[in-house]
């Protein structure tokens, strides 16, 4: 036995539990468990969980705010989101000094930061277009190489710029995935017609099929209720096959869609099992995660930016997230914030797409030692954990 967490105190259960950890994997969880481990964790009556996933993160994108002016920023915040284009196009500037030599820094620095916070997976997005070319792309595959075992990243070959508004987009994709990039990315809303919308999602599907990779895009960024690329998606996925294995991204404009199409939208959205990532956080509008949720759609919370051209703030501390949207979404309620936990743990998980995961024996043992006893406390704190452990191994003490 590698370790023994002792007086661990688990979620929806009572009393206090053992979990016994072995070659990286949760061998037993029971009320008292007896050996020798290689070393021993008191939990002290304190919460024992999964660690946290992050399912929407611009790592290429993290601590580039001191580097430009707030433009980009204003106009992403702005009333009603009208500017959410214009400001993707100024955050663009960035991309005129890019340079792996200072976004590898600033990219370990964000992973350190997540496995102090617990934060041990992440689905990355690397921009892939003209004037990033496949920079961002090797500098995200080599963290992913450099924190394997700690934080586990999930690469996405992202089109920022578009890729019928930049022809070059889609071959570089191609290239980004035989560099080694784990998902095929998106973002339909940002061309300029439904046309060409319709044809960036089927370029990316091709793309997605001949790697045999899954697909992340954003979709419905901005205030505009004539957005309708989630739908789009959503059925793409139905007509591909692809059921399970695409995320989309914000979906902002949800916010402002009529009652009989929304209910559509959600009903189309499990049938293809399309899981949606939300961070009202780091924008005015946000997709509608509380009805989401009561129609049983696959939702999860990400962090989405740190320290970027559109959003200030951000550490990779999920709970921290999930303490602010408790604010922005009005999840107060004890079940609510079970929900919220969800949001950050297993459900985020299970829309990445991976597999064994959670507190069970024989999951990989991705597990946090709280300085909290419960859901409440841990959100009203979200402090770094005492104990980071990722399959296995202690990799922060907090
Ligand atoms: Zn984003």
Redesign the pocket.
């Known amino acids: 036995m590698d370790i023994l967490i002792r007086n661990a105190r688990l979620r929806k259960k009572t009393g206090n539990w053992d979990i016994a950890v072995s070659e990286g994997v949760i061998e037993k969880i029971a009320r008292r468990i007896n050996g020798r481990p290689r070393r021993k964790i008191d939990a002290r009556g304190k919460l024992v969980t999964e660690s946290f996933v992050n399912a929407?993160l611009?790592l290429c994108k993290v601590y580039t705010l001191m580097r430009m002016n707030e433009t980009a920023l204003k106009d992403y915040h702005g009333e009603g989101m009208g500017k959410a284009m214009t400001a993707i196009e100024s955050a663009a500037k960035i991309k005129d000094n890019y340079d792996v030599k200072w976004i590898l820094p600033n990219v370990r620095r964000a992973l350190r930061s997540a496995a102090r916070f617990g934060n041990t997976h992440i689905r990355a997005?690397a921009d892939v277009d003209s004037k990033a070319g496949l920079i961002g792309v090797k500098a995200l595959i080599k963290a992913r190489e450099e924190f394997k075992g700690v934080v586990d990243v999930q690469v996405v070959a992202f089109p920022q710029d578009g890729v019928v508004r930049e022809p070059e987009a889609a071959d570089l994709i191609r290239e980004a995935m035989d560099l080694g990039a784990d998902v095929v990315g998106g973002i339909p809303w940002i061309e300029f017609t439904e046309k060409d919308e319709q044809e960036h999602i089927d370029k990316m599907f091709e793309i997605a099929r001949v790697y045999n990779k899954n697909i992340s895009m954003?979709v419905d960024?901005a205030g505009d209720p004539g957005l309708r690329t989630l739908e789009m998606l959503a059925l793409a996925t139905l007509r591909e096959g692809w059921e399970g294995r695409v995320l989309a991204?914000?979906a902002r404009a949800m916010s402002q869609y009529p009652e009989p199409y929304f209910l559509k939208l959600v009903a189309l959205l499990k049938q293809a099992r399309l899981g949606v990532i939300s961070?009202p956080h780091?924008g005015p509008l946000h997709a509608r995660v509380k009805e989401m949720l009561h129609e049983g759609a696959l939702v999860a919370l990400?962090q989405?930016?740190v320290s970027d051209a559109?959003y200030p703030y951000g550490r990779n501390n999920m709970l921290e997230v999930a303490f602010l949207n408790s604010h922005l979404l009005w999840m107060t309620t004890e079940a609510e914030m079970e929900q919220l936990y969800d949001m950050i743990t297993v459900d985020a998980a299970r829309a990445m797409g991976l597999k064994r995961f959670g507190l069970r024996k024989g999951n990989p043992a991705n597990l946090v030692v709280l300085h909290e006893e419960n859901v409440l406390e841990a959100l009203r704190n979200h402090g770094a954990p005492r104990f980071v452990i990722s399959h296995g191994r202690v990799v922060s003490k907090g």
């Open positions: 929407h611009h997005f954003l960024d991204h914000h961070d780091t990400g989405d930016d559109y």
